[in-house]
């Protein structure tokens, strides 16, 4: 198996442009994550999908930032207009769902994409 | 609200030396609990989980990590370093029910030669 697939692994911008990173899940797996690194804020979650669905957007920090899932293969994560404080590594993860409440899948997380918005 | 807090952002030891890196966890109910290690320019990986069963865990390349009920504590062991295990390690709990994991703050650890 491949992994999860995540394009482009480095991105430099400027400032107001839109920047689109893609990720594509393991084959098979239902749930599907997005995570940002930054030296300030460490690794916080921005937007999980079960079945192509977005369950919790509340880590999106604002409305400049989307998400879709418009297939089980292939989820994007859109900044538009970036901003330098946009600047941090994106992880996809992805995993397969839970089947109780009490259940847990491991998350298997992409290289990253390394954005810098100058 | 579940979160857990690593000690230390920095660790170094000496090859061969006992390696221990600390995180204490902040659940209302028991926890699911994690360590994950992070190469230079690589993802995530999992070393060890924490889900209900035995108390003492082993993970991958020799690490294991014991939980502790008492002391809130998922304290990360290996008895001895490897400079292959110079890396940023990442204790993490999940959110029952939900599947999403909130990550400490890291410990980046070096091994001195």
């Known amino acids: 198996d491949a992994g999860v697939i995540q394009s482009p692994r480095h991105e430099v911008t400027e400032m107001g442009q839109e920047v689109t990173l893609r990720c594509k899940p393991i084959s098979g797996h239902n749930s599907l994550f997005w995570y940002r690194q930054t030296m300030m804020r460490g690794l916080e979650l921005l937007i999980y999908f079960n079945n192509n669905v977005p369950i919790d957007d509340s880590g999106m920090p604002e409305d400049r930032f989307s998400a879709k899932m418009p297939n089980a293969s292939f989820s994007t994560l859109k900044i538009q207009p970036s901003e330098p404080r946009d600047s941090a590594v994106y992880f996809c993860?992805?995993?397969?769902?839970?089947?109780?409440?009490?259940?847990?899948?491991?998350?298997?997380f992409g290289p990253g994409t390394r954005l810098t918005v100058l | 609200a579940q979160s857990v807090t690593q000690l230390g952002s920095h660790v170094s030891v000496s090859e061969g030396a006992l390696v221990l890196l600390r995180c204490n966890y902040s659940s209302s109910v028991p926890p699911y609990l994690f360590w994950y290690v992070q190469y230079p320019n690589q993802g995530l990986q999992l070393l060890l989980k924490?889900?209900?069963?035995?108390?003492l865990v082993k993970g991958i390349n020799g690490f294991e990590a014991e939980f502790k009920k008492s002391e809130t504590s998922f304290h990360l062991t290996k008895p001895s370093a490897h400079m292959s295990d110079a890396a940023e390690y990442f204790c993490?709990?999940?959110?029952?029910?939900?599947?999403?994991?909130?990550f400490g703050t890291g410990t980046r650890l070096t091994v001195i030669p």
């Open positions: 993490a709990v999940i959110q029952t029910g939900a599947n999403n994991l909130f």
């Open positions: 924490y889900t209900s069963a035995a108390t």
């Open positions: 993860a992805s995993s397969l769902a839970l089947l109780s409440r009490n259940s847990y899948n491991e998350q298997f």
